[in-house]
């Protein structure tokens, strides 16, 4: 029976198709010793964000066929090691779409209602007076600046477009001039500092690569309205932090929804949780039920394919397929 590595449950239904299949090693306390003695063993990792595959751990995984990340981004594990090792790596990138696009909806929301705000002042201090001196902003008509328009982004636009009557400026040099998306309230925007200086809404859906690290810094901070709202659901070093804090701070942009950080976890005295224009959650915003469903079940599908000799239908590094482990 092959032997499969968790580092953090997966959903039931993903986990119990998993067990009908291979033998489940489960550590789930972040015990370097026994992640290491275990990969140096198993047939396969199915690895969160936390289970750093590097060129070290790979390196030591000898019997190691197949690499899986339940979600979207595979930052956390080193492909051009993993290539060189003929290792696959595979990924559910169709498996956060909708609880992510939704929970960007959400933070939208709070932060043009400016609920987080209002309801820690009444139901911390008591403070009903509140509704005469705070004043939120209607997204009909507002124009939301997508940076990066894959699965999630486009949904994103899907509802805001369609639910919130929001025009829809997109920039991203990889998009696909011809899908439907553009019909109605959607361009195009070929300058990234046209967009930052003409939407309200800025949200950010771009992966974390050596080239899009601190893509977001203080000059573009500078370039957006002063009454812009600033989202983050994709990941946290995509973003200069310490520029972000003085941002809002200095009433550069009006707030901020983030559930992603430069360092994770973040240090519990982060500034950015002391703000009082912004709202925070802990890099779960693809973690509903079906969410996790969806991605688990994606992930262990494309383990159990590579075990089986067979290609999966979602692949990081498609090169290695014909001189992958077997």
Not at 22 to 46: C, F, G, M, P, R
Not at 74 to 85: F, G, L, N, Q, R
Not at 147 to 160: L, N, T
Request: glycine residues 8%.
């Amino acid at each position: 029976m092959k032997r499969v590595l968790i580092d953090r449950p997966l959903h039931k239904k993903a986990l119990a198709e998993l067990e009908s299949y291979a033998e489940v090693v489960k550590i789930y306390n972040d015990d370097k010793k026994a992640l290491k003695d275990s990969i140096k063993t198993v047939d396969a990792v199915i690895c969160s964000v936390a289970l750093k595959m590097t060129e070290e751990m790979i390196s030591i995984a000898k019997n190691l066929r197949v690499i899986g990340r339940p979600g979207v981004g595979y930052d956390s594990v080193d492909i051009k090691a993993a290539t060189k090792e003929g290792i696959p790596v595979v990924y559910a990138p169709n498996g956060p779409t909708e609880s992510v696009a939704e929970h960007v909806i959400a933070f939208m929301l709070m932060l043009a209602k400016k609920i987080e705000f209002v309801e820690r002042a009444l139901r911390k201090d008591g403070d009903f007076g509140i509704r005469t001196r705070v004043t939120g902003m209607e997204l009909k008509g507002k124009t939301l600046g997508l940076i990066g328009a894959g699965r999630i982004g486009k949904r994103v636009a899907e509802i805001a477009g369609a639910g919130l009557g929001m025009k829809i400026h997109i920039y991203d040099p990889f998009f696909d001039k011809d899908t439907d998306l553009l019909k109605g309230n959607f361009s195009l925007v070929a300058d990234l500092n046209e967009l930052l200086e003409t939407s309200d809404v800025i949200s950010l859906h771009i992966p974390y690569t050596e080239d899009t690290e601190k893509f977001i810094g203080k000059q573009e901070f500078k370039r957006m309205k002063k009454e812009a709202i600033f989202i983050n659901t994709a990941r946290g070093k995509i973003v200069d932090e310490q520029a972000l804090i003085e941002a809002l701070k200095n009433g550069e942009i009006q707030s901020a929804g983030l559930d992603v950080y430069e360092k994770e976890p973040p240090d519990p005295d982060n500034p950015l949780f002391k703000l009082d224009n912004t709202v925070v959650t802990p890099h779960l915003s693809s973690f509903t039920d079906d969410g996790k469903m969806k991605m688990g079940m994606a992930v262990v599908k494309g383990v159990i394919d590579v075990l089986e000799g067979n290609y999966p239908e979602f692949i990081v590094n498609s090169e290695v397929w014909n001189k992958r482990r077997k």
